[in-house]
């Protein structure tokens, strides 16, 4: 029976909006594609984390790159500041930009008369950061204020430079310098994170993974296996919802540990998966698609001598996941185009050249791509053709797939497009993986009677090699009922 | 019509499985063993011996994922049925009065410390009462008309395998705690959308789908352009409603690929140094680049590398003009240090080669931003302990520690079209240009500034006859990648040598242990 929206029966404009509202994220749908793309996703997975292996320690480790001490101080300290609530007034500069002001002529401080800097600037003296104790001894001996203010007021912006606030900051209200303790902590803290901590609004990143809390190399091991084994299963579909949520969990883990080594293809891998487990959250009668959890469902149904479903249910968590990597898939478009917008290389035409001749990602190593390269850049014409092609390609498909894809007639020009766009990407760029993900995104526009298609294909394969067994053709069920 | 839900199938006299099939596949048993495993989780976690503390956290884990075991185990059978408007529902409104709590508090800016105990005790009071009520239903033995309902109690009940789990953990194990609250809220979350109507259950799903895409532009587009600050509504969008979301979530990419405009590659060149050994009695030192291609199996590992080497690319650091000017004069005296007339070389402020890589007084020193400072004194500390000094045979030389290193971020310069046609060697050391990022002792701390901290080295060939001109002294030594011999078009061999300013800084700038 097919799902019928409570607002359908509503005749105007209202009712037909929410209708198509409702249609649109709460029809049921084949899960076919989605369990295409969990096994595509998950193979990519497994591979991005045995790859992992080689670098387990030095990214991930208690003293790898981004060591441990570090990750924490910044997970648990990191400040942030809200912006004020009214507008700021136009005629001064920001109290936090003051001290990068430079006062012309005698080095005062910003806007304040010569013997007025100097009292304050001597309320500071034991933070300013002297070279040697001899050196302090010396300035603070000085009898002349015209000798002592320069000196003064030199330390003043060093400290500022080392430490991105003004040092008068550590005074209280009665002009005393606060404790050692406390000014230890804010200079370190102002260091580490270029703000003032007792500026910030809070503090600290709602992060977490096993690797702040696993750092015994033999354990990191275990627990490496285990994560990479729970990504298999995951993959095969067994136990999906579970061990989709678990290889969600594991992922983000080796994320937020190493955020320095990662690329545009984690966000992508991401987003993949958190998306995948919603869609898997609630599978259908039978199990999630092209998964053993069918195979064990089937098993099952069969020895309890029980109907089972030839076909897949549709269901609504699946269409809701799908809408979801659409949507979001044209998000990432609109910003990566905009934001190409502000640069002048994606204005006239060279941009493409700068990722073509990147020599650490493009394929240089290899004479035949140099000669290519070479070969167009001794014909200008030809050389201007290819790259302004190329730059009004990536830039077509960023602005107007959001936009175009949605419309039957466009579809098929926009997804095209975009196929040739990750593909380009990957063979200049080295980017495979990513774009691997990339083309993923793009399988929710695809009709399911394409995967079909495709399985049926991949089943036909199998029969021909494998031996003859009774199976129904994988053909979409009627619409029934959903969550 | 088949039928298609899974029902439990009277076993056959001697089916064993089919009776243990029935406990396994029952979500209320699973939710029974889920409890019972947090439970004796708890018990361990009130002992300190370390296998009791890992016991604890698998028998934490493994309960947590018993739990959520009983939710798919009955969230896997059709559970929608007539749409239920009992008594129970009742029941499911004390979670709405739980998140509203939370929503108050954070709108009123309390502290998340000040409100987790009682936000911890709500939720145990709670989850209790849910889990009562569900209790009460299935021994009523709720018909599958009320199927909603029932799908409803399984998520509440299993909400308090997670609850319990929070105090297996201790203070130091704030990822699982944090797990464990997000565990709880979904359960909860998910037990009230199971309850409502369908209509009402969509609506607030939406909501999410909207308040979930608002929150990926917030992302977006709360970055910096060009030096200005982003929108205020942003802002404060993404720090009073989105912050902890999308950083949990790992959804804070802005998708800024390649854009304003594609840059060149940065490379890390450290230049460890070592302490003195019997041979060596001024020390010795090793160069180390990363990443090199050569040096990994994959494609993968080498790009994660090079992200590692990007984040100390955001030169948006200020530095007061003072000191910048007095950096200036400090430089220039450096270079003109009369007992090392090779210094000359380094100076490379107002010359040609500087104005055709745009580099000016301006320009000249290149500070990174507060968080590529820290993550530089990282990597420092990372260098400094990780490659130890290597013999000819590859091995390591006793007593080989490091004792600092100069940090080189090295961008690899992208060969213009022009220079492309003509030839040049994409890899040609006149596409280095490095920085020097500071030197560094083996905790990562930043030593005093020689005057080039900060500051650019780029490479330059030139001819024999131009030694004097760019200051490059006599005896400097040459390595042999450091020399070529170029021919025209008329078979005429000019020789050129390489001034290679980042090795010529990092060996006259080397600070040369006493005797």
Redesign the interface.
Known sequence: MASVS??SSLNNDRGRLLGF??RF??KPADPTTLGFMRILVGMLVVY?HI?YS??LY??FGK?????LD?MNK?RHEQP?V??PNDFPPEDQIEETRK??V?APAN?YLYAMPPDEALRQLELVIPVLPW?SPQERAMVEGMTSDDDKLPHL??KY??F??EY?FDPRGLLDKDGVLLPERERKEIMESA?????DPRKA??KG??????W??VIDPDWMVLVHVAIIVVMILFTLGI?T??TG??TW?GA?SY??RAP????????MM??LL?YLVIGN???G???AALSVDRLI?RW??RR????F?ASL?PTVLAN?AYR?VQ??LC??YA??GT??L?????WNGT?V???M?????AP??RQIY?NY??F???H?FL?ELVMDGGNVHTLFVELCFPFLVWNRRTRWIMLMAATFLHAGIALFM????FQIFMLIFLLTFYPSEIMHKLIDAIRDTFRAILPARAHASHTPAPV???? | M??????H?EPTPNDWF?KC?RYVLDPWVALLAGYALMLLAIACSLSAAPALSIARQALAFIGA?IG??AV?MR??????GQESNTPYLWAFLIPLALMAFVAVETVFGK?YEEVRSPLTILALIQVSACVAVGIVMRLMQIGSGNATTSAAAVLYVAAGVPLLGLFTQNQ?????I??FRVLTSLCLIGGLLAALP??VR?VL??AF?VY??VG??MA??TLA??GE?PG?LN??LS??IY??YL?????T?????????????Q?FYFCIEYPPTPGHPTGQHQWVSVPK?ED??????Y??????TE?TNDVTG??????QS?LVNYRKNQCNDPAVPGKRALDVENTEEALKLGISAATMIRKP???S???L???A??AA??YPLLDDNGDPVPGGKATSVKVYRVT?L??S??R??K?ID??DKE?YLAVFQGEYDTEGNLL?NDGFVYTPLPNKWITENERDRYGVAKDWKLQPDEMKDVEDENGHVTHYILVNRMRMHADYFRRRPGP
């Open positions: 409570p607002l509202w409702d994220w709460f991005t790859v080689y670098d030095e990214l003293d790898g790159w981004y060591n570090s910044r942030y809200n912006p001290p990068y430079y080095t070279d007021s030199f912006y060093k500022v430079d991105n260091k580490m994170h270029g703000v609004d809070g990143v709602a992060i977490f993974s096993i702040f809390h136990a919802p579970i949520i678990l969990l983000v994320i937020h320095t080594a990662l690329f545009g293809q984690d966000t991401n987003i958190i959250l609630i599978p009668p039978g199990g469902a099952r149904a309890l001598g029980q109907e479903p249910q809701a979801l949507i979001h998000l990432i910003f990566a934001s190409k502000q640069g002048t290389t994606w941009a050249w700068w990722t001749a990147n020599t650490e990602f240089l190593n140099r390269l070479e167009l850049c001794k200008r050389w080295g980017l495979t993986i029934a009922t959903g969550a | 088949n039928d298609l839900s899974v029902t199938a089919a099939e994922i959520g075991w798919w969230l896997r059978r059709p559970w929608q502290s130091e194990w704030d990822s699982g944090l797990v369908r209509l969509r799903v939406s789908f979930h895409f990926i532009s977006a587009t352009i060009r600050q205020w802002i404060q720090q009073h912050k902890d950083n949990f979530m790992y959804l990419n802005a998708y800024h690929y390649y854009s304003p405009d594609p840059g060149p590659p490379l291609r990994f199996r994959t494609r993968l590992e790009q994660r590398r090079l992200g590692v984040s200020i530095t007061p003009l003072p000191v007095f931003s507060a968080y400072q820290a993550m004194r990282a990597y500390r990372y302990n990780h690899h992208i060969l079209p022009y492309f046609a030839g994409p890899l596409q005093p």
